[in-house]
């Protein structure tokens, strides 16, 4: 048998293993001996049960990064004091390629998002979170009228509305599959995010 089609036969087998009972309670002898294989055999080609989910895992975790990390380095060609207010003009205009990276690899989006407890995955989107935190930041620091602009949101609310607003595009991947419906939804949870920041900021204003 070739090596490529072993270790296939175990990640299948891993696969359903995890989306089932996610990483943690996973049987690792299950997984191995529902492949065809011994334990010994098994460790001929992973060390341990976490290098078979990275496995399965690490090429879609390092692709939607790219995707994101693209999307940031478009938000930072913005003139600071635009940076604010033009963020989701970058990332809808990229929002078809994501979406579409995101259905194609739907199984490995759910191990990541749900079933990667234990893992260097687990709560997978935090890091875009506190990236998106870190830009907006910069953006303080180098524009006086987005700074301005932010004092009208209560200290500790934009980073609680950014982990709303990450647990709600989970959720939107894992219980959609449709390709344009996962565009529609996530178009409209980043408007009303846009639409409710300004709406804080215009409060602000009113109040100078």
């Not at 080609?45 to 990390?69: C, H, P, S, W």
């Not at 870190?134 to 620091?141: A, C, H, L, Y």
């Not at 419906?181 to 639409?195: G, K, P, S, W």
Request: charged share 30%; net charge negative.
């Amino acid at each position: 048998m070739e090596v490529s089609e072993t270790r296939q036969k175990i990640m299948d087998s891993a696969k359903r293993w995890f989306l089932e009972k996610g990483f943690k309670s996973a049987p690792l002898r299950k997984i191995v001996s529902d492949a065809g294989f011994t334990l010994g055999a098994f460790y001929g080609y992973y060390k341990n049960k976490e290098e078979l989910f990275y496995a399965l895992t690490d090429e879609t975790a390092q692709g939607v990064a790219a995707i994101v990390r693209s999307i940031g380095e478009d938000m930072e060609k913005l003139p600071p004091e635009q940076m604010l207010f033009s963020m989701l003009d970058c990332y809808l205009h990229r929002l078809p390629e994501l979406a579409d990276y995101l259905c194609a690899h739907r199984e490995e989006m759910v191990l990541l998002l749900r079933c990667a407890g234990g893992t260097k995955y687990e709560n997978f989107f935090d890091n875009f979170r506190v990236m998106n935190m870190e830009r907006i930041s910069q953006g303080v620091k180098t524009a006086e009228h987005t700074a301005k602009a932010l004092r009208g949101i209560a200290p500790g609310s934009l980073d609680l509305m950014m982990r709303g607003y990450f647990d709600m595009l989970a959720r939107i991947i894992l219980e959609t599959e449709d390709k344009e419906t996962v565009i529609r939804r996530m178009c409209d949870v980043a408007l009303v995010y846009r639409n409710g920041m300004l709406s804080l900021m215009e409060g602000e204003t009113d109040h100078a």
